[in-house]
């Protein structure tokens, strides 16, 4: 992390200084959002994050969430912990997901048997670990990135949601009332240039835009329970899905600190205008419930820490915002929806909390950039066409596994049949297999064979490099912050040291010098403010010299124009954890992989590939005025 750009400020680094907006609660904003689950929080810590915005984000509840909901976190959901600084102290109080078993009745006999024991994530999917942690926790680390960006950004609480109205000749085309659960009574009006709605399966702004959630009419009804519990079942500390013969079924997931366990029974369906509470579902039933299925073994409750009986339907909205006509070309999108307001699946894949937060990563510097005049707004017609394909893929996928998960394997070839497509989805439930579509901000694979690892449309995927200044060994990615900039990742070829005249310094004198380079049509006062360039370089750290690089890469910043040493890398020197190996890098030829601010390679070009370059960036960004 770097810091004292500015001066030297004693204290915590992780609290910047306070921007012109901080926490300013005024009556028109940038940016309202509507809810404070996973997705609402993931999008005002990143609006917070980048600063120089106005946002607002309100939930009708009267604090923080404390227990309960989601606690599955894909590796990807990791990745983009790491980008907002949290990650290690996830890593440090979370459990970590590191195998699954499988287990079936026996054979003619009562009981249970361990049928199969698997890797839970494939090597080398990402460099970060599943785990689970509750999504309360997870909050509170959104709410303290809130607390510490340049915005001050607090949440206003007990604020519902009743009106959301567009009028489209103001400024602030979108009005949004609430009800004051805190002085009951009394409304605040709040106008906004955008509105995003994260207000969960119920969604009033998904309502208020006529959008409907699609698919099963009839609702799964779970059980969820965390336990602290004195058992035999020997696999309690690992991740199981257990299928009885006749008492049904649970996805058993231990959960951090080393203790409680959480289980998830599958319950029936709802139909019609049913409701969870309909069916009198009690801890206690649960707790028989769970002793009855994991029979012969003994499973005694000592303490209930959270329970709850929650319905979920296989559905999702055809749009995710209020656009009309080809492309928003009609009427441009104000309001959004986020999350569970426009997808819903069972927790058998653990995605919910994990897509919600997808959703909004995406948005987020959508918006920003939009609002600071960088981008044109068609760019925000992009966030429904590329999150709304990724929720109907998985529903798909979730339909998929809730049969299987159901079923009853009648033949040891159907029994393998749920753990192989358990082991095959691995990169799907991981987050890291969604792929999007070529558009404005994906390019064409023309040059996909100099980067075969960093596939178009696809998260970055990291790598273990060495930093050249410092000798630091660290992951790629770990300079892939949240700060809505997007970055331009320059491989060298094989022969390229950095030297004036070699491919890395040519591509670098077109960025700072050409009329035509997006990193000049587009920068500010700093040059790497927008678009951030850095390199990696084939050779051994030591063999080459820093003083010799390209000067974009040792750019002069903030008021003391100080130098960047940050932006240089080399591979680690181990054959077996080489970057352009791992990746499929061409070493002769080189790469230049364009990354946009939410991880996704946006473009994989050749380091000479100047004129494409400006071209992509032109399709994206206004004309400089
Ligand atoms: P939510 O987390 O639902 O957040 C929506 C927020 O909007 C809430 O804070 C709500 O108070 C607020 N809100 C709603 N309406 C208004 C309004 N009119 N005005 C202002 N604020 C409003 N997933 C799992 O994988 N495993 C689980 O065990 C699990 N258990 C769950 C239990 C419950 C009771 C619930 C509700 C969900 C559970 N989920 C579970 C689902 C998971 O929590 C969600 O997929 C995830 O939280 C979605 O995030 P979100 O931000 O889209 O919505």
């Known amino acids: 992390m770097q810091y004292h750009l500015d001066g030297f400020r004693p204290g915590d680094p992780c609290v910047a200084q306070a921007d012109a ?19 609402g929080l993931t999008l005002a810590a990143q609006l ?23 606690d599955g976190i894909a590796c990807r959901s990791m990745e983009m912990f790491e980008a907002f600084g949290f990650v290690d102290r996830v890593r440090r109080e979370a459990y970590w997901v590191n195998e699954t078993t499988f287990w079936r009745p026996k054979a003619g006999a009562e009981g249970l048997r361990r049928a199969d024991r698997i890797q839970d994530v494939e090597d080398d ?56 659960l805190d002085a009951p009574g009394q409304t605040e009006t709040v106008q906004a240039k955008y509105v995003v709605g994260c207000d969960g399966a119920r969604s009033a702004v998904r309502r208020s835009l006529g959008h409907a959630l ?23 500390r690992l991740k199981c899905a257990i299928q009885s013969a006749s008492a049904g079924s649970i996805l058993l997931i231990p959960r951090e600190g080393g203790y409680i366990v959480r289980l998830y029974i599958e319950l029936d369906a709802l139909h019609g205008d049913e409701r969870a509470a309909d069916r009198n579902v009690s801890a206690q039933m649960l707790a028989q419930k769970a002793q009855a299925i994991l029979a012969p073994y003994s499973f005694d409750v000592k303490e209930v820490a959270w329970w709850s009986a929650y319905e979920i339907g296989q559905r999702v909205c055809d749009r995710f915002d209020d656009a009309t006509g080809p492309d928003g070309t009609d009427q441009p999108p104000r309001i959004f929806i986020a999350g569970d307001a426009c997808h819903t699946h069972s927790p058998k894949a653990g995605q919910g909390m994990n897509v919600s937060m997808a959703d909004t990563f995406n948005l987020g510097w959508k918006l920003a950039s939009v609002l600071k005049g960088q981008a044109r707004p068609a760019l925000l017609s992009t966030y429904s066409s590329e999150r709304q394909a990724k929720a109907q893929e998985l529903i798909d996928f979730d339909r998929d596994m809730a049969r299987l998960f159901s079923e009853k394997p009648k033949t040891p ?97 077109f960025l700072s010098q050409d009329p035509r380079s997006p990193v000049r049509r587009h920068g500010t006062a700093d040059a790497d403010r927008v678009i951030d360039t850095r390199a990696v370089f084939q050779q051994p750290h030591r063999t080459l010299d820093l003083a010799a690089m390209p000067p974009l890469l040792l750019p002069r910043k903030g008021r003391f124009h100080l130098r960047d040493y940050e932006k240089i890398f080399t591979v680690t020197g181990d054959d077996a954890q080489d970057i352009f190996d791992m990746r499929g890098i061409d070493r002769r030829e080189g790469a230049l992989v364009v990354i ?10 050749p380091l000479d590939g100047l004129d494409a370059l400006a071209r992509f960036f032109d399709g994206i960004f206004r004309a400089p005025a």
């Open 21 to 39: 907006h901080t926490d300013e609660k005024a009556a028109q904003v940038d940016v309202a959002i509507i809810g404070c689950g996973p997705a």
């Open 214 to 236: 699609k698919g099963d009419a009839a609702r799964q009804l779970w059980g969820v329970m965390d336990v602290l519990a004195v058992t035999d079942f020997p696999d309690i």
């Open 596 to 605: 946009r601010p939410d991880h996704f390679v946006a473009h994989v070009l």
């Open 125 to 180: 999917l990402s460099h970060q670990p599943h785990v689970i942690l509750n999504q309360a926790r997870i909050h509170d680390f959104y709410l303290e990135v809130m607390q510490n960006a340049p915005a001050r950004l607090t949440p206003d609480y007990n604020r519902d949601l009743t009106s959301l109205t567009r009028e489209e000749a103001a400024e602030y085309p979108v009005t949004a009332v609430f009800d004051c």
């Open 413 to 509: 070839a159907e029994e393998a049949q749920f753990q192989r497509y358990f082991q095959t989805h691995g990169r799907y439930t991981a987050g890291v297999e969604t792929t999007y579509a070529p558009s404005q901000i994906v390019g064409e694979a023309t040059h996909q064979h100099l980067a075969r690892g960093q596939r178009i449309g696809k998260r970055f995927h990291s790598a273990p490099v060495i930093r050249l200044a410092d000798a630091k060994p660290l992951q790629l990615a770990e300079c892939l912050e949240a700060d809505g900039r997007w970055r331009l990742i320059a491989f060298a070829a094989a022969d390229d040291d950095g030297a004036p005249g070699r491919g890395v310094a040519r591509l670098c004198d």
């Open 48 to 70: 917070a994050v980048i600063g120089g915005m106005s946002v607002r984000i309100f939930d009708r509840k009267s604090g923080p969430l404390e227990v309960g909901q989601a």
